[in-house]
């Protein structure tokens, strides 16, 4: 489940990894992905996130939100919670069936997925945008426009008539309307006022060098490795001195499970330039005491090679010259 979730964020999310995260406008999102695996088996399959962060998960057999964080409720009720719940759970059957009920009219291919992603976003001082889209095996199909569902420009002649059809739900629309421009925004700021403390938090990184696969003869990957650091926007770079190296070249911050962040910042360089690289961090936690490692203080695999294999080699040599003179 959480790989789907993991797919779809990348597939739906736009520049979810930029480097100004700072700037980024909030976001609140649910995800249905529903499985159509033939006739009679189907499955829906929900969870709601704050930017990156999953705060809510779903039993798609009872329809009972999951909250993940202790302040994952916001300011709302547990009336109000139990009233989602049953407009979800009546909404997520309902998509079910509308599909199943089309898959021959709009050639539909088993075993095929369906995705909605809703939401809101928040920019800072400005109104709240709502919006909500239905991707087909991955590929956008529709969004929905100020109560109506717009077929995407590349969804072809099926995309038509699913969103003549939708269009035709006008009470379900209305309530999708009200749900994504009105109750998201208001749940978005409860929530980030409930989970202030911990969205805010800092936790410092720990760096640390390795060598990585060499690249060719006569040269080294130099890797510097950032983990377990929150916020997630982070500077880390290969320097010599002063100055950035240019072949830097930056990995995709991954995420721990336990909400922080991994980086992984490589210079493919000539052997007998590796000396004098340091490897620079740069993050909020730090209080502008950037972390700053030296390649030379870490030549430990050759080190170790020496030490340890060598002794080893010798001693098997000297064993088996025993062993032959006995
Ligand atoms: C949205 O719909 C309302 C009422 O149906 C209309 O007054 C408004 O102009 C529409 N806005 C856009 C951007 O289409
Ligand atoms: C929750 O907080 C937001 C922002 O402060 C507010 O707009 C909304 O009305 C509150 N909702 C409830 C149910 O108290």
């Known amino acids: 489940m959480l790989l789907l979730q993991l797919v779809l964020l990348t597939v739906l999310v736009p520049g979810g990894d930029s480097d100004d995260d700072f700037q980024e406008p909030i976001t609140f999102r649910i995800i249905l992905t529903s499985s159509f695996y033939n006739r009679a088996r189907t499955q829906n399959q929900g969870s709601a996130w704050l930017g990156q962060l999953q705060t809510h998960g779903w039993d798609s057999k009872t329809g009972a939100f999951i909250f993940l964080r202790p302040w994952s409720r916001g300011n709302f009720s547990n009336e109000k919670f139990m009233e989602l719940e049953k407009l979800f759970y009546s909404y997520s059957i309902r ?52 109560t109506s569902w717009w077929p995407s420009p590349k969804g072809g002649r099926r995309t038509e008539e699913v969103c003549t059809l939708f269009n035709r739900f006008y009470v379900i629309n209305e309530i999708i309307h009200t749900l994504f421009s009105d109750t998201c925004p208001q749940f978005l700021l409860g ?44 500077w880390v770079t290969w320097m010599r001195g002063e100055q950035e190296h240019q072949g830097t070249r930056r990995g995709e911050v991954l995420p721990h499970a336990d909400g922080t962040w991994y980086l992984q910042t490589s210079l493919d360089v000539e052997a007998r330039e590796a000396a004098g690289l340091s490897c620079r961090v740069r993050h909020s936690s730090l209080e502008g005491q950037d972390i700053v490692l030296y390649w030379e203080q870490h030549r430990p695999v050759g080190l170790v090679f020496l030490a340890v294999i060598v002794p080893l080699v010798l001693l098997a040599g000297l064993a088996f010259w025993l062993w032959k003179r006995w």
């Open 191 to 234: 929530l980030l006022d409930a989970g202030k403390a911990y969205l805010k938090r800092q936790v410092r990184p720990e760096a640390w060098l390795s060598s990585g696969s060499s690249p060719g003869p006569g040269r080294l990957l130099l890797v510097c490795h950032v983990s377990g650091f929150y916020p997630k926007p982070v």
């Open 95 to 146: 998509f079910l069936q509308v599909f199943q009920d089309h898959v021959s009219q709009w050639q539909l291919e088993y075993p095929f997925q369906v995705q909605l992603e809703g939401g809101c976003e928040l920019h800072l001082g400005e109104a709240s945008v709502g919006f909500v889209e239905i991707a087909y095996q991955g590929s956008d199909l529709m969004s929905f426009q100020n």
